[in-house]
T-cell receptor
């Protein structure tokens, strides 16, 4: 079982619709959760972080965390063509000596006109 | 805050040559990470520094790979005797404690 799992997509949504991206993780000791956006040929860019169960909203983005189900999601409202990118879910766990992010393989989002 | 800087942006090298990459983190960030990313995959952890101490190395980091962070400032990643399988994007990131990372633009390595 992979530590962080995402559907690779592509997920295609029309402009103006809500895009829903999902991620599951295997380590119950995971403590913090992040969503990164990565355009083709570019490096990942942090867009959302979430640390406790529930929803966290920032502009058009909402991150949702359910630790009991080991599930993290990202909603993008009013999707725009500029949102077309790969979205990486990342999970952080402190091991006593180190704290590092483990990434999923990413979900490719396509926003169509 | 000038962001995380990585040099060079691109490197083409012949198999068997040594290469060295440099990363300059955000100045107030005490943690520095190296990741490797290949096409269609998420970034894979290579190694982690807290200040100047290298606290963790991935099993992916064979003995051909070495990383340093002298004086807890910039870091270098060296790959000796490069192989075609080393071709990838090498990403450096920094953070303040365990908050989200800020990535540099990456160094794309092509081994021919």
């Amino acid at each position: 079982q992979k530590e962080v799992e995402q559907n690779s997509g592509p997920l295609s949504v029309p402009e103006g619709a809500i895009a829903s991206l999902n991620c599951t993780y295997s380590d119950r000791g995971s403590q913090s959760f992040f969503w990164y956006r990565q355009y083709s040929g570019k490096s990942p860019e942090l867009i959302m972080s979430i640390y406790s169960n529930g929803d966290k909203e920032d502009g058009r983005f909402t991150a949702q965390l359910n630790k009991a189900s080991q599930y993290v999601s990202l909603l993008i409202r009013d999707s725009q063509p500029s949102d077309s990118a790969t979205y990486l879910c990342a999970v952080n766990r402190f091991t006593g000596t180190a704290s590092k992010l483990t990434f999923g393989t990413g979900t490719r989002l396509q926003v169509t006109l | 805050d000038t962001g995380v800087s990585q040099n060079p942006r691109h490197k083409i090298t012949k198999r068997g040559q040594n290469v060295t990459f440099r990363c300059d983190p955000i100045s107030e960030h005490n943690r520095l990470y190296w990741y490797r990313q290949t096409l269609g995959q998420g970034p894979e952890f290579l190694t982690y520094f807290q200040n100047e101490a290298q606290l963790e190395k991935s099993r992916l980091l064979s003995d051909r790979f070495s990383a340093e962070r002298p004086k807890g400032s910039f870091s270098t990643l060296e790959i000796q005797r490069t192989e075609q399988g080393d071709s990838a994007m090498y990403l450096c990131a920094s953070s303040r404690y365990s908050f989200g990372y800020t990535f540099g633009s990456g160094t794309r390595l092509t081994v021919v």
